[in-house]
């Protein structure tokens, strides 16, 4: 596995504390039966019960950030915001490691915002495609971002960067 970057935004500004986890194609769409007639539209439920700092519409902008990116560079493209220990850089690497799938196809972001601490992990594969610069200057674009408390505008700037320096795939047999 190869590390690309990975930064502490700046102690003058940034999104407060959080903790959740949002995967690719990970999260499911709400239980429509028992609705009711009050507004839920700014408030998303997770697995355990909590209310996330998501509404439906950032996780649409997430998830189509997430696909595009994954579709028009043929790398795979994971998220993860949360407390990453520690040791972020490590548990950064583990929790690519365990994404699932051709790890060394894919890119993780992981984000904990209570830490104020962003780490982009390639695998070996996408390292090649996707260079330490091009990771540093997403890097550098989505802390400026967070300083200001866009978490979501944060990530889909930084995951279209990224996928900008990837480029497409090569066609092979062409």
Request: with cysteine; aromatic share 2%.
């Given at each position: 596995?190869s590390?690309?970057?990975?930064?502490?935004?700046?102690?003058?500004?940034?999104?407060?504390?959080?903790?959740?986890?949002?995967?690719t194609r990970?999260?499911?769409?709400?239980?429509?039966?028992?609705?009711?007639?009050?507004?839920t539209?700014?408030?998303v439920?997770?697995e355990?019960?909590g209310?996330t700092?998501?509404?439906?519409?950032?996780?649409?902008?997430?998830?189509?950030?997430?696909?595009?990116?994954?579709?028009?560079?043929?790398l795979?493209?994971?998220?993860?915001?949360?407390?990453?220990?520690?040791?972020?850089?490590?548990?950064?690497?583990?929790?690519?490691?365990?994404?699932?799938g051709?790890?060394?196809?894919?890119?993780?972001?992981?984000?904990?915002?209570?830490q104020?601490?962003?780490e982009?992990?390639t695998g070996?594969?996408?390292?090649?495609?996707?260079?330490?610069?091009?990771?540093?200057?997403a890097?550098?674009s989505m802390?400026?971002?967070?300083?200001s408390?866009?978490?979501v505008?944060a990530?889909?700037?930084g995951?279209?960067q990224m996928?900008?320096?990837?480029?497409?795939?090569?066609?092979?047999?062409?």
């Amino acid at each position: 596995m190869s590390t690309a970057f990975s930064a502490a935004p700046s102690p003058s500004g940034g999104p407060g504390p959080m903790s959740q986890q949002l995967a690719t194609r990970d999260h499911q769409p709400a239980d429509t039966r028992g609705t009711s007639t009050a507004d839920t539209s700014g408030s998303v439920v997770d697995e355990s019960g909590g209310t996330t700092p998501f509404s439906y519409q950032d996780l649409s902008r997430l998830d189509e950030a997430l696909t595009m990116s994954s579709k028009e560079t043929g790398l795979r493209f994971t998220l993860y915001i949360g407390e990453l220990g520690t040791d972020t850089r490590s548990t950064a690497e583990d929790l690519h490691s365990r994404s699932g799938g051709d790890t060394s196809n894919s890119v993780l972001v992981a984000i904990s915002p209570g830490q104020r601490v962003l780490e982009i992990v390639t695998g070996t594969a996408a390292a090649r495609r996707l260079p330490d610069r091009a990771c540093a200057l997403a890097v550098l674009s989505m802390t400026n971002r967070l300083g200001s408390g866009d978490l979501v505008g944060a990530i889909v700037n930084g995951l279209r960067q990224m996928s900008d320096a990837a480029g497409h795939p090569s066609r092979r047999g062409h």
